[in-house]
């Protein structure tokens, strides 16, 4: 069998179909490709070497178009998720055995896909003022970009190990450059070689902990691993249990749990703004759906093991997360970066509260949906809340909490948007969406029997209304004449304005119909 | 009473909601040609009071079309899914508990925004004053119109950005550090209810509290309703507020401008125990009669510490604030409302929901003549007000002086005035609590209650001496020296709250009979 569902209407199909009746007549060992089910990364790819090569040929003062190149290839990435809505495809299939696929286009992989792509959209349109502004190498930074995200759309629909590690490695690696793009930099460059160091030693671990889990199955794809794992043979059972530790607490550090978070400040406050938030959000995401898949698909019998390791990584992080963002001081250089570093955390500990439950209850593919609906509505107002961050931040200036005070005089839409966001990742009307995708993440901690996650959840949400609040009225002081607040910000540029819009816009949206983004908790999405 | 349609009822209660949001976010615009009036602040002021007075009209009009024969059931329902993944539904209805609520957040709104059409507070722009008045008046109404357990929490929770405006920016001295404790209480107090409120929705599997209200408890254990009660209800006790966490009331009060006084007494407060009977009663039963003899002792501990506080405040010397003093009668007032809630019963409910209501017309009038008197003399200390004689308002002022005398007899329960009757239901109800409730612990509070209502007597009457009487012929400092009387549209802001007052007063019977069926229908298998 192949494993070709596509319709068969798509035209540059038509190949791949005629292959698959010389397939069925013998030749079993090649597999055949569904072109149309991965064209959402492999778009993202091409255009990546497209990019790196156009670079070469194009002069200085046209280099702004491999910005809008990026947008629109990752747009077209996008779009590409459309015809696959609706049917589960798989590709790269074993022709014969378990048939297992190491591609699959299920909903969880589209709706991930759709984040990534989205969020990398939102962060190309982000970054392409302070490309110019900041004289960061286009091409290379346009190229990157692109990788990563490529790497990052993957991920999800990576069903075996292999294709798993590899596929965080190519979201991961071009992430490293970009941090440390900002050339003579000191903090960039220290801030790349922490980012670099610390994930290095998560992949190392990881790789050991596959090559474990593949010594004791005899196989890479997660399906067949999951129904391996509970029959392994007794002798082996301990070199299993570290196989399956140590992958998980790889795919820990990806997703900056606490106590592998600390990398996170100095790294987001080191890169340029745009790739922080990129990395809050799209690196986030990566690491999750990554978390997500061998946990639940992978290691289902290990349920009693996992669940409660990451319910109490989860309160770890979220506690860790928040006390260090209420630690930081307003008036302390860098500190609006700094804050959204620490938030971060603290929300990757929110993320992680459906994938414990997972462990606890029957049904885990519906509980980690929560994770999902969560993490849409996230990437939307932390991108919306990095890129009004971007938007004032100039050249020079210390980007510190203290500058944003009396903003609601020189920008006061700027200033209602960023308190939106900031209102939505505390959870507070009028941030419903914020409010309503916490509480979705509660729910699936409460029906897991977890309660004393939801308690501790819920005074983290209590401790993360401080900080947040704290800001968003300092957005609304009137400024102190000590400091002449933000004294004559040059206009804001067009596509700064545009990325503030586009995340607003969304994430009224979703506020006010919440079952756009929630739609995705409790529903199986495999 | 006119037989209104289904729909027609529907789109009135929905449109009273949504009708003052969109009205905010038309106050920010420029104001379209043909209404611009004599310049863009008197046109948006218009606007406000245009806004407010159709949302009057139409919760009039709703009170008129509400089928008075069978007030104990849900009217005017639209029942609409909204988040299906968490079982959220838009879901609207009026009942008898409701509906005098809603009519009186609606006057007291139309009467602020009359009020500041003529006399706007000192303060930035009055575009964002009447855009968050009328978001102010969603919020209020929408917590009083809607049956699900997360609207009431978002309703809840959009009344506190206002409120906070309003007062950080339009307030007096000490309005920031006011306005913050204002917002950090009462948010901390919701995001307790709100956990309460899931602990209900998630584990009897609705947010609908109509069938929470039937199911009356049913599948909720008895340690789930006593975590559920004790979180509602201190999130609720704060809003209130009940000694000992009305500590942020005072600060607000004295700092709020007084369309803000008004409102927040008026209205606010009566969110909170609003929540008491409408949730915490019917959803969690169990809870409720557990926690009840505790709310009943604080509630008592409330109304004599406000009024040994407001005792205080009023003697001479004291350098008591009027403003303040009235705020810690709300103390007082409120805590007859809670004793009477923690009755159980339907005598002491009926007695709780009509002072709520009273308490709402007669400190709103309050706060409206302190407010004038402040903008007068430019004080409201009452040492200053009363110099060596007294404030001789009855011989300089006739008019706000015979009405500040009036609102103090009103507000300490005179016989025949508005305030009397909810406060006698609740003692009333005290004297024979729900069945397994301690009779002589309630014998106590009902003691104390009435020591109580002695107490508010004793500092009111004082006020009016120290105001009201005195010797016209004092020599004043000069802003003291001429208080001119009342202004028309002080006459046109005020009327309708004296002539309610009278009324409630004197015919008790329409608004008893209206909340009565309803309270019953929350309140099911209780004799009393």
């Given at each position: 069998?192949?494993?070709?569902?596509?319709?068969?209407?798509?035209?540059?199909?038509?190949?791949?179909?005629?292959?698959?009746?010389?397939?069925?007549?013998?030749a079993?060992?090649?597999?055949?490709?569904?072109?149309?089910?991965?064209?959402?990364?492999?778009?993202?790819?091409?255009?990546?070497?497209?990019?790196?090569?156009?670079?070469?040929?194009?002069?200085?003062?046209?280099?702004?178009?491999?910005?809008?190149?990026?947008?629109?290839?990752?747009?077209?990435?996008?779009?590409?998720?459309?015809?696959?809505?609706?049917?589960?495809?798989?590709?790269f299939?074993?022709?014969?055995?378990t048939?297992?696929?190491?591609y699959?286009?299920?909903?969880?992989?589209?709706?991930?896909?759709?984040?990534?792509?989205?969020?990398?959209?939102?962060?190309?349109?982000?970054?392409m003022?302070?490309v110019?502004?900041?004289?960061?190498?286009?091409?290379?930074?346009?190229?990157l970009?692109?990788?990563?995200?490529?790497?990052?759309?993957?991920?999800?629909?990576?069903?075996?190990?292999?294709t798993?590690?590899?596929?965080?490695?190519?979201?991961?690696?071009?992430a490293?450059?970009?941090?440390g793009?900002?050339?003579?930099?000191?903090?960039?460059?220290?801030?790349a070689?922490?980012?670099?160091?610390?994930?290095?030693a998560?992949?190392?671990?990881?790789?050991?902990?596959?090559?474990f889990?593949?010594?004791?199955?005899?196989?890479?794809?997660?399906?067949?691993?999951?129904?391996?794992?509970?029959?392994?043979?007794?002798?082996?059972?301990?070199?299993?249990a570290?196989?399956?530790?140590?992958?998980?607490?790889?795919?820990?550090?990806?997703?900056?749990?606490?106590?592998?978070?600390?990398?996170?400040?100095?790294?987001?406050?080191?890169?340029?703004?745009?790739?922080?938030?990129?990395?809050?959000?799209?690196?986030k995401?990566?690491?999750?759906?990554?978390?997500?898949?061998?946990?639940?698909?992978?290691?289902?019998?290990?349920?009693?093991?996992?669940?409660?390791?990451?319910?109490?990584?989860?309160?770890?992080?979220?506690?860790?997360?928040?006390?260090?963002?209420l630690?930081?001081r307003?008036?302390?250089?860098?500190?609006?970066?700094?804050?959204?570093?620490?938030?971060?955390?603290?929300?990757?500990?929110?993320?992680?509260?459906?994938?414990?439950?997972?462990?606890?209850?029957?049904?885990?593919?519906?509980?980690?949906?929560?994770?999902?609906?969560?993490?849409?509505?996230?990437?939307?107002?932390?991108?919306?809340?990095?890129a009004v961050?971007?938007?004032?931040?100039r050249?020079?200036?210390?980007?510190?909490?203290?500058?944003?005070?009396?903003?609601?005089?020189?920008?006061p839409?700027?200033?209602?948007?960023?308190?939106?966001?900031?209102?939505?990742?505390?959870?507070?009307?009028?941030?419903?969406?914020?409010l309503?995708?916490?509480?979705?993440?509660?729910?699936?901690?409460?029906?897991?029997?977890?309660?004393?996650?939801?308690?501790?959840?819920?005074?983290?949400?209590?401790?993360?209304?401080?900080?947040?609040?704290?800001?968003?009225?300092?957005?609304?002081?009137?400024?102190?004449?000590?400091?002449?607040?933000?004294?004559?910000?040059?206009?804001?540029?067009a596509?700064?304005?545009?990325?503030?819009?586009?995340?607003?816009?969304?994430?009224?949206?979703?506020?006010?119909?919440?079952?756009l983004?929630l739609?995705?908790?409790?529903?199986?999405l495999? | 009473?006119?037989?209104?349609?289904?729909?027609?009822?529907?789109?009135?209660?929905?449109?009273?909601?949504?009708?003052?949001?969109?009205?905010?976010?038309?106050?920010?615009?420029?104001?379209?040609?043909?209404?611009?009036?004599?310049?863009?602040?008197?046109?948006?002021?218009r606007?406000?009071?245009?806004?407010?007075?159709?949302?009057?009209?139409?919760?009039?009009?709703?009170?008129?079309?509400?089928?008075?024969?069978?007030?104990?059931?849900?009217?005017?329902?639209?029942?609409?899914?909204?988040?299906?993944?968490?079982?959220?539904?838009?879901?609207?209805?009026?009942?008898?508990?409701s509906?005098?609520?809603?009519?009186?957040t609606?006057?007291?709104?139309?009467?602020?925004?009359?009020?500041?059409?003529?006399?706007?507070?000192?303060?930035?722009?009055?575009?964002?004053f009447?855009?968050?008045?009328?978001?102010?008046?969603?919020?209020?109404?929408?917590?009083?119109?809607?049956?699900?357990?997360?609207?009431?929490?978002?309703?809840?929770?959009?009344?506190?950005?206002?409120?906070?405006?309003?007062?950080?920016?339009?307030?007096?001295?000490g309005?920031?550090?006011?306005?913050?404790?204002?917002?950090?209480y009462?948010?901390?107090?919701?995001?307790?209810?709100?956990?309460?409120?899931?602990?209900?929705?998630?584990?009897?599997?609705?947010?609908?509290?109509?069938?929470?209200?039937?199911?009356?408890?049913?599948?909720?254990?008895?340690?789930?309703?006593?975590?559920?009660?004790l979180?509602?209800?201190?999130?609720?006790?704060?809003?209130?507020?009940?000694?000992?966490?009305?500590?942020?009331?005072?600060?607000?009060?004295?700092?709020?401008?007084?369309?803000?006084?008004?409102?927040?007494a008026?209205?606010?407060?009566?969110?909170?125990?609003?929540?008491?009977?409408r949730?915490?009663?019917p959803?969690?039963?169990?809870?409720?009669?557990?926690?009840?003899?505790?709310?009943?002792?604080?509630?008592v501990?409330?109304?004599i510490?406000?009024?040994?506080?407001?005792?205080?405040?009023?003697?001479?010397?004291?350098?008591?604030?009027?403003?303040?003093?009235?705020?810690?009668?709300?103390?007082?007032?409120?805590?007859?409302?809670?004793?009477?809630?923690?009755?159980?019963?339907?005598?002491?409910?009926?007695?709780?929901?009509?002072?709520?209501?009273?308490?709402?017309?007669?400190?709103?009038?309050?706060?409206?003549?302190?407010?004038?008197?402040?903008?007068?003399?430019?004080?409201s200390?009452?040492?200053?007000?009363?110099?060596?004689?007294?404030?001789?308002?009855?011989?300089?002022?006739?008019?706000?002086?015979?009405?500040?005398?009036?609102?103090?007899?009103?507000?300490?329960?005179?016989?025949?005035?508005?305030?009397?009757?909810?406060?006698?239901?609740?003692?009333?109800?005290?004297?024979h609590?729900?069945?397994?409730?301690?009779?002589?612990?309630?014998?106590?509070?009902?003691?104390?209650?009435?020591?109580?209502?002695?107490?508010?007597?004793?500092?009111l009457?004082?006020?009016?001496?120290?105001?009201?009487?005195?010797?016209?012929?004092?020599?004043?400092?000069?802003?003291?020296?001429?208080?001119?009387?009342?202004?028309?549209?002080?006459?046109?802001?005020?009327?309708?709250?004296?002539?309610?007052?009278?009324?409630?007063?004197?015919?008790?019977?329409?608004?008893?009979?209206?909340?009565?069926?309803?309270?019953q229908?929350?309140?099911p298998?209780?004799?009393?």
């Amino acid at each position: 069998m192949t494993a070709l569902t596509a319709p068969q209407g798509a035209h540059h199909l038509a190949e791949g179909a005629a292959q698959r009746v010389d397939l069925a007549k013998g030749a079993d060992l090649v597999q055949s490709i569904d072109w149309a089910a991965i064209a959402p990364p492999t778009i993202a790819a091409v255009a990546a070497l497209v990019v790196l090569v156009a670079d070469l040929f194009l002069a200085e003062r046209h280099k702004g178009l491999l910005g809008g190149l990026t947008a629109a290839a990752l747009a077209l990435a996008g779009l590409a998720l459309v015809p696959l809505i609706g049917d589960d495809r798989a590709t790269f299939c074993l022709t014969a055995g378990t048939r297992a696929c190491s591609y699959v286009a299920d909903p969880f992989t589209l709706t991930v896909q759709f984040l990534v792509l989205g969020g990398a959209f939102v962060t190309a349109l982000l970054s392409m003022a302070p490309v110019r502004q900041e004289r960061l190498p286009a091409g290379e930074f346009w190229f990157l970009l692109l990788a990563s995200a490529s790497g990052a759309a993957l991920l999800p629909a990576s069903r075996d190990l292999a294709t798993l590690v590899v596929a965080l490695e190519v979201a991961s690696l071009p992430a490293f450059a970009l941090v440390g793009l900002r050339r003579g930099e000191r903090l960039s460059s220290e801030a790349a070689l922490k980012f670099f160091l610390s994930s290095v030693a998560a992949t190392a671990v990881m790789l050991l902990g596959v090559s474990f889990v593949y010594a004791t199955t005899g196989s890479m794809h997660l399906s067949t691993v999951a129904q391996a794992l509970p029959g392994v043979d007794s002798r082996l059972h301990t070199l299993a249990a570290t196989g399956v530790a140590l992958t998980l607490v790889g795919f820990a550090f990806k997703t900056a749990a606490a106590p592998f978070h600390f990398w996170v400040p100095d790294t987001y406050v080191g890169a340029p703004v745009p790739v922080a938030a990129y990395l809050s959000v799209i690196g986030k995401a990566a690491g999750f759906s990554g978390l997500i898949l061998v946990t639940v698909r992978a290691f289902p019998s290990y349920a009693d093991a996992w669940g409660p390791a990451l319910a109490v990584l989860a309160a770890l992080t979220m506690s860790v997360g928040n006390l260090g963002a209420l630690r930081q001081r307003t008036d302390r250089a860098h500190s609006a970066v700094r804050l959204l570093a620490w938030s971060s955390v603290g929300q990757a500990g929110y993320l992680l509260v459906p994938i414990a439950a997972a462990g606890y209850t029957e049904e885990p593919d519906r509980a980690v949906g929560a994770t999902l609906a969560y993490a849409l509505m996230y990437a939307v107002v932390n991108l919306g809340a990095f890129a009004v961050v971007a938007a004032l931040q100039r050249p020079g200036s210390p980007g510190r909490l203290d500058d944003y005070r009396g903003l609601v005089r020189t920008h006061p839409l700027a200033a209602a948007a960023l308190a939106f966001f900031l209102l939505c990742l505390a959870g507070l009307p009028p941030g419903i969406v914020g409010l309503f995708a916490k509480v979705t993440v509660f729910q699936s901690a409460v029906d897991a029997g977890l309660g004393w996650l939801a308690v501790v959840m819920a005074l983290n949400v209590v401790i993360a209304l401080v900080y947040y609040l704290t800001w968003t009225a300092l957005l609304f002081r009137p400024a102190t004449g000590r400091q002449p607040a933000a004294p004559a910000l040059p206009r804001l540029s067009a596509s700064l304005t545009a990325t503030v819009a586009l995340t607003g816009v969304l994430a009224l949206a979703a506020s006010g119909a919440p079952q756009l983004v929630l739609r995705f908790a409790g529903t199986a999405l495999f | 009473m006119i037989p209104l349609d289904d729909t027609v009822m529907q789109a009135l209660l929905v449109a009273a909601v949504v009708l003052p949001l969109l009205g905010a976010l038309a106050a920010l615009l420029p104001a379209p040609p043909g209404l611009r009036g004599r310049g863009p602040e008197q046109a948006v002021l218009r606007h406000g009071v245009t806004v407010t007075g159709v949302v009057f009209a139409l919760t009039v009009l709703l009170a008129v079309g509400f089928d008075h024969d069978r007030p104990g059931t849900m009217q005017a329902e639209s029942d609409l899914s909204w988040i299906p993944a968490l079982g959220v539904r838009l879901h609207f209805g009026t009942d008898g508990v409701s509906l005098p609520l809603l009519v009186l957040t609606a006057l007291l709104t139309f009467l602020c925004a009359l009020y500041s059409y003529a006399r706007m507070p000192q303060g930035p722009s009055p575009k964002a004053f009447v855009a968050l008045l009328l978001l102010l008046e969603c919020g209020t109404l929408a917590t009083f119109a809607v049956l699900d357990l997360m609207l009431f929490f978002l309703a809840f929770e959009t009344v506190l950005v206002p409120m906070y405006f309003l007062i950080a920016r339009w307030g007096g001295e000490g309005r920031g550090p006011a306005a913050w404790k204002f917002v950090l209480y009462t948010l901390l107090g919701s995001v307790v209810m709100l956990l309460g409120l899931l602990v209900v929705g998630l584990n009897a599997g609705t947010f609908d509290m109509v069938r929470l209200a039937e199911a009356h408890g049913a599948g909720l254990s008895h340690t789930t309703q006593l975590i559920a009660a004790l979180a509602i209800g201190v999130g609720l006790a704060v809003k209130a507020p009940m000694w000992p966490l009305h500590s942020w009331l005072p600060d607000a009060h004295t700092a709020a401008p007084t369309v803000g006084s008004v409102l927040l007494a008026g209205v606010l407060l009566k969110m909170g125990t609003y929540g008491f009977v409408r949730i915490l009663l019917p959803a969690v039963p169990d809870g409720a009669h557990t926690f009840a003899p505790y709310l009943a002792a604080f509630a008592v501990t409330g109304i004599i510490y406000g009024s040994l506080a407001c005792l205080a405040l009023a003697r001479k010397g004291a350098k008591g604030d009027l403003k303040r003093l009235i705020a810690y009668s709300s103390v007082g007032h409120m805590g007859f409302v809670l004793l009477g809630i923690a009755t159980l019963t339907h005598t002491g409910v009926n007695g709780a929901l009509y002072a709520n209501l009273a308490h709402g017309l007669i400190t709103g009038l309050l706060f409206f003549l302190v407010g004038a008197l402040k903008d007068r003399t430019g004080t409201s200390d009452l040492d200053t007000l009363a110099g060596t004689t007294g404030g001789a308002l009855y011989g300089r002022a006739p008019r706000l002086g015979g009405l500040l005398a009036f609102g103090a007899v009103a507000s300490l329960g005179l016989p025949g005035l508005a305030g009397f009757w909810g406060e006698l239901l609740a003692l009333l109800g005290a004297y024979h609590p729900a069945a397994g409730l301690s009779r002589p612990a309630f014998s106590v509070f009902l003691a104390l209650g009435a020591l109580g209502t002695l107490l508010t007597a004793a500092y009111l009457l004082l006020v009016v001496r120290r105001v009201c009487m005195g010797d016209p012929a004092e020599t004043r400092p000069e802003r003291l020296a001429t208080v001119p009387d009342m202004r028309p549209y002080e006459f046109a802001a005020w009327t309708p709250l004296v002539v309610l007052t009278v009324v409630a007063g004197l015919w008790p019977g329409a608004l008893l009979g209206l909340m009565d069926p309803a309270v019953q229908s929350l309140l099911p298998g209780v004799t009393r």
